[in-house]
């Protein structure tokens, strides 16, 4: 069986992973820089890049150590090559490329998105082309049409916010810390999602996009008039952003014919309303809802050793002169 270990860098997660041609992961190691970060509120590229460098060897390590393993067992190294911070996404490539090099043994180097477009199948083997893709993370807002490896069409995308970046930005407003995700979620969880009136860009519109621009400066206004509690702002902000989700996801399955289901992926579908909702939505389509576990919607490697997989299964590799690309559509 062809075993692929799988490196990712590309954001404040340095990982590395091994993973099996039919989907078994045989290792999975992951080194968070949040500790790192936190005192800046958000990523710092520079620190970023600077913690790669000192995590990701030992991670390899231990990784083929967790599955009894050496590099001679390793058939394909797959790499995030992009898109995100620069510094962090060559710390992983070039350690792909020289891997790669010294072993004799094909480089793939793996689209960031593509990893989390593929990271469904590799959760759910039974999952079949062509789905339609809710992928909602930190840098990303898009639906997406997968209609196999290699063949995605973008049916919409954000005209300037993400969803997580929305959700980060409204943790740090309100006070709630870094990651601002899960910090989010934990104050919503306590607080009344119809107590504060906010707006739902774009929804009920002809055109397919996304915008969040307009609720974060809502939530700020909210969050200066003094007149509401912080838990009540998060749950309304969560109930905005799942409303929002909802609205150009329905609008899309209905221009999506012959989808065999509505997938989401990407670290905002770690959220566990998020889930409730397209579950509720599917069920309403006739559609099976996958969404893979949460530890692989947020970033790790074991999804670029798998999107590493199927690229390598349709004879996809690359040379070592592939760039690093800070964006990189897929
Ligand atoms: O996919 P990911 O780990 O990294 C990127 O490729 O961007 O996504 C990270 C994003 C962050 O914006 C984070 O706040 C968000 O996913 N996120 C969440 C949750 N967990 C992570 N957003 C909402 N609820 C969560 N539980
Ligand atoms: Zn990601």
Redesign the pocket.
Known sequence: MTIILGLES??D?TAAALVTADGQILAHRLATQEDAHRPYGGVVPEIAARAHVEALAPLIEAALADAKMTLADVDVIAATAGPGLIGGVMVGLVTGKALAHATGKPLVAVN?LEG?ALSPRLADQDLQFPYLLLLV????CQLLRVDGVGQYRRLATTIDDAA??A??KTAKLLGLGF????A??KAAARGNPRAVPLPRPLVGTEEPHFSFAGLKSAVMRAAQSGQYAVEDIAASFQQAVIDCLLDRTRRALAASEGVTALVVA???A??QS?RGALTTLAQDHGLPFVAPPLWL???NAAMIAWAGAERYAAGMTDDLTIPARPRWPL
């Open positions: 590309s954001c997660e960031h989390h993370s930190g840098g990303h997580g970046e959700f980060d990651p601002g995700g899960p989010v979620e990407g670290g905002v770690a959220n998020v919607c947020t970033d």
